[in-house]
């Protein structure tokens, strides 16, 4: 069954507000056919890539071995889905309340409200499917306690995170960077932009290495300290963003969708069924065809053979045209608090820098409630995820979950980390990384964008979405 409007699961009013652009339409229709694109796998970053193809023309056919979408960065519901997956039993214990309050993302993370996913979410108009909740609070792990990430002036002054003297000095980074101006050198305060390191820009103002863990790691969200070797301006863009999304809503730069981050591959979707593509679900083995010089041309499934001038797909349909590069281990925990020390937040994400616990990699939190329509019976949810670094993955997140006080339920898993062998320009073959620990959209964009900026040969243009999606709609 082909699917020109995939279906929402999200809220009531949103499926109907759909029914005029042929919500229920389906049709039976043969794989027989030639396509620009084909792409596999129905995760975000899939249906992103899928609706831009659509929007910019191309004739886009998008396939799923599963009968629902997201992959593995689903969202489960009813409850008992996530017991049943985990091997915990075919049934949510009643006091969960009612089973089909739960929404629970695999794979959450949070969208920085002035960032890249946000603003594509705009241009392109999928927000008309989706509905937001800013999260209430940010928060950073040091010397054993949880504190509020300072990002501006008064919150520098105010902080108990850092000194009297550390918080004069920070508060004079933070001025820097919010002044900062490629094109006026009198913002540059001396610094060289395009010689100086991260590192030296500390130096520049005094800053100790508690205060460049939470602002490296906090603030412009590397997963590691390579940054303070390299170029800084990437670094103050950085900053700057999270400064500016913080400036929009107040409490912390964050938002989270209203049911899970399953309506927003779902919204995406939607995107390009509005442009001509076309979706089937539920189709077995989608096994993509080489010809003799290695170039894709076509999937195959169930006998047939859709052809096609380019794949875009997720590493579970890549085969050995990808490589393992590591593992995440990720804890969803059901709760019936907030995270401790967290202002009693209805959401909040926690960073624990890898310094701070003797790590090479990061620790982070993600917290949600019933307040995003996520969870039931006034519970939480917090996912603890970090990158595996020992034998023991388990006890690796032994620091964050000792942060979160008592908790109901834990769904513990470990997956492996794919990245693709090779560009995908000559065989046209474009394959996703796979979702890292981090619970913010960050390495996501970054990873939609290579993939763009590789099929197109050129950087992704807002301006140039925007105008199509302008075009289209004043044609009669």
């Known amino acids: 069954v082909v699917n020109r409007y995939p279906p929402s699961w999200g809220s009531i009013a949103q499926a109907f507000w759909l029914l005029p652009f042929g919500y229920f339409s389906c049709l039976r229709v043969s794989m027989d056919e030639t396509y620009d694109v084909i792409v596999l796998g129905t995760g975000l970053k899939e249906c992103i890539l899928s609706g831009l193809l659509s929007v910019g023309g191309k004739k886009v056919l998008h396939m799923d071995r599963n009968s629902y979408y997201g992959g593995e960065s689903a969202s489960l519901t009813p409850l008992s889905d996530v017991y049943k997956k985990f091997g915990l039993g075919n049934e949510a214990p009643e006091t969960m309340g009612r089973d089909r309050d739960w929404n629970v ?85 001396g610094i060289d932009y395009r010689k100086a390191t991260m590192q030296d820009v500390y130096n520049k103002f005094g800053l100790d290495q508690n205060t460049a863990d ?114 995440v281990v990720r804890c969803i925990c059901i709760l019936t608090h907030p995270v401790p020390n967290t202002k009693d937040s209805l959401s909040s994400q926690l960073i624990i820098p890898q310094n701070q616990v003797g790590r090479k990699s990061d620790i982070y939190v993600c917290c949600v409630s019933y307040a995003h329509k996520v969870a039931g019976n006034k519970n939480f949810l917090a996912i603890c995820s970090t990158t595996v670094e020992t034998q023991d993955p388990a006890s690796e997140l032994k620091p964050a979950l000792d942060l979160l006080g008592p908790i109901e339920q834990k769904f513990l898993s470990v997956s492996d980390l794919y990245e693709p062998i090779d560009d995908g320009t000559n065989s046209k073959l474009f394959v996703s990384t796979s979702y890292d620990a981090t619970t913010h959209f960050g390495t996501t964009c970054l990873d939609i964008l290579d993939i763009y900026k590789r099929f197109y040969g050129e950087e992704f243009d807002f301006s140039t979405v925007e105008g199509q999606i302008q075009k289209e709609s004043e044609d009669p």
């Open 105 to 189: 993302d695999l794979i959450p993370k949070l969208l920085m409200a002035n960032g890249m996913l946000v603003k594509l979410l705009i241009h392109t108009g999928v927000t008309r499917y989706l509905e937001f909740k800013s999260c209430e609070g940010s928060y950073v792990f040091k010397g054993g306690k949880i504190y509020k990430v300072p990002a501006d002036e008064k919150d520098a002054l105010a902080t108990s995170l850092m000194g009297m003297f550390e918080k004069r000095r920070f508060r004079k980074f933070l001025i820097f960077v919010n002044e900062f101006d490629e094109n006026t050198p009198d913002t540059h305060q």
């Open 214 to 327: 939470f602002t490296g790691h906090a603030l412009a969200l590397w997963t590691d300290d390579k940054y303070k070797e390299q170029n800084c301006l990437e670094t103050i863009q950085r900053i700057k963003l999270y400064s500016e999304s913080l400036a929009r809503y107040g409490k912390s730069p964050y938002l989270y969708p209203l049911y899970g981050l399953g309506e927003l591959p779902q919204g995406f979707a939607r995107l390009s069924a509005i442009y001509g593509g076309t979706y089937m679900l539920d189709k077995p083995g989608c096994n993509i065809q080489f010809d003799e010089e290695g170039k894709v041309t076509g999937v195959e499934s169930c006998g047939e053979v859709a052809k096609c001038s380019a794949v875009v797909c997720d590493p579970s349909y890549a085969g050995d045209k990808v490589k393992k590069v590591g593992q």
